[in-house]
């Protein structure tokens, strides 16, 4: 069973679409997370849910919009792709934003290629 | 200056020696560290976390963490082959609201030869 899971695994398109990734986590978690990672393997955080209400913002473009249907879902919409998006995005869930002994459990990632 | 810092290496050393691997982090309020290990092409695995002053053991794997001078380390003993990878440190910082965050060092890469 996997803890965290992201669809797809691999994603090549244009310049210019609109795409989406799609992250689920079976642990029962409240908060989950976005990161990304880019070609100098620098992990960012770019967003955080906790049971659905969005906590953290980081200085992302507003053409990445996260939406969290549940606490158990957590999606990252991207308009209008450009070159500079393309890096490797993983989901990331904890048991709760003010927790402090935990440490983050992530998906396997989804390579992202902006053509 | 960077919130979480490491050498990129890469750190090479030979197969059954200690690999030893820093960090240093600017916010002093910072409670709680995390080391994790992630090989090419795949997620970060968190291997060890620790909190208090002090040597945290966990098999061939040793943390450290001195708050006053803001530096963690981890020491990886024996090292094998299976051990290449780069080694992340990250820190959870807390955030206006009271919310944590967990922010990443730039990572390690060690190289284990035979």
């Known amino acids: 069973d996997t803890a965290v899971s992201q669809t797809p695994k691999y994603l090549v398109t244009q310049m210019g679409n609109d795409k989406s990734i799609k992250c689920e986590q079976n642990?029962?978690?409240?908060?989950m997370y976005w990161y990304k990672q880019d070609s100098k393997k620098f992990l960012k955080i770019m967003f955080s849910?906790?049971?659905?209400?969005?906590?953290i913002n980081e200085t992302v473009p507003n053409r990445f919009s996260p939406k969290s249907p549940d606490k158990a879902h957590l999606n990252l919409h991207i308009n209008s792709l450009e070159l500079g998006d393309s890096a490797v995005y993983f989901c990331?869930?904890?048991?709760?934003?003010?927790?402090?002994?935990?440490?983050?459990?992530f998906g396997s990632g989804t390579r992202l290629t902006v053509v | 200056q960077k919130e979480v810092e490491q050498n990129s290496g890469p750190l090479s050393v030979p197969e059954g020696a200690i690999a030893s691997l820093n960090c240093t982090y600017s916010?002093?309020?910072?409670?709680?560290f995390f080391w994790y290990r992630q090989y090419s092409g795949k997620s970060p695995e968190l291997i060890m976390s620790?909190?208090?002053?002090g040597d945290k053991e966990d098999g061939r794997f040793t943390a450290q963490l001195n708050k006053a001078s803001q530096y963690v380390s981890l020491l990886i003993r024996d090292s094998q082959p299976s051990d290449s990878a780069t080694y992340l440190c990250?820190?959870?910082?807390?955030?206006?609201?009271?919310?944590?965050?967990?922010?990443f060092g730039a990572g390690t890469r060690l190289a284990v030869h035979p």
């Open positions: 916010d002093r309020g910072s409670q709680s």
């Open positions: 990331a869930s904890s048991p709760s934003p003010w927790d402090v002994p935990y440490g983050y459990t």
């Open positions: 849910y906790n049971n659905k209400e969005l906590i």
């Open positions: 642990l029962g978690h409240d908060t």
């Open positions: 990250a820190v959870k910082v807390r955030r206006s609201g009271g919310y944590n965050k967990l922010i």
């Open positions: 620790i909190y208090s002053n």
